[in-house]
């Protein structure tokens, strides 16, 4: 079982949420990883009594978004099978990249190790003023 670091970063330059992961596996999916990475983030938000701000890959519907990630108009838990649909579907979208190392990921179905210690990082492409 080795660690996986996830690393939320905009084109802008801010490096956002870093937190890692166990994974068992050595090889894994690009749409696997995504689908474990936001599944880990919706289970944590739902453990919380109370929460107000969904802080994630992806927006979650019927939320705003704020500050520190998307605020939920009423209180409920996020279903992690349809944010993971969301994520999945904002990656065929171009709305973020992934990236191992220096190397980004664009088919969903390809294969990559997990060496020891391997950092995932999650690039939200931010829109341009005035573009």
Same mark, same amino acid.
């Given at each position: 079982?080795?660690?996986? =670091?996830?690393?939320?970063?905009?084109?802008?330059? %801010?490096?956002?949420? =870093?937190?890692?992961?166990?994974?068992?596996?050595?090889? &894994? =999916? $690009?749409?696997?990883?995504?689908?474990?990475?936001?599944?880990?983030e919706?289970?944590?938000?739902?453990?919380r009594?109370? +929460?107000? @701000?969904?802080?994630?890959?992806?927006? +979650?519907?019927?939320?705003?978004? @704020?500050?520190?990630?998307?605020?939920?108009?009423? +209180? #409920?838990?996020?279903? +992690?099978?349809?944010?993971?649909? #969301?994520a999945?579907?904002? *990656?065929?979208?171009?709305?973020? &990249?992934?990236?191992?190392?220096?190397?980004?990921?664009? %088919?969903p %179905?390809?294969?990559?190790?997990?060496?020891?210690?391997?950092e @995932?990082? *999650?690039l939200k492409? @931010?829109?341009? $003023?005035?573009?």
């Open positions: 079982m080795g660690m996986v =670091t996830f690393v939320d970063e905009t084109t802008s330059g %801010d490096r956002g949420a =870093t937190f890692g992961l166990e994974i068992a596996e050595e090889r &894994l =999916t $690009v749409r696997e990883l995504i689908r474990r990475r936001v599944f880990q919706v289970a944590e938000f739902n453990a009594s109370a +929460p107000q @701000v969904f802080q994630g890959l992806v927006q +979650p519907e019927n939320t705003e978004r @704020v500050l520190n990630g998307y605020a939920l108009r009423t +209180p #409920r838990r996020i279903d +992690p099978q349809a944010q993971a649909q #969301r999945l579907a904002a *990656f065929a979208g171009n709305g973020f &990249l992934v990236l191992v190392g220096d190397r980004q990921l664009t %088919d %179905d390809e294969e990559i190790e997990l060496a020891l210690g391997v @995932v990082t *999650f492409l @931010v829109a341009l $003023v005035g573009g």
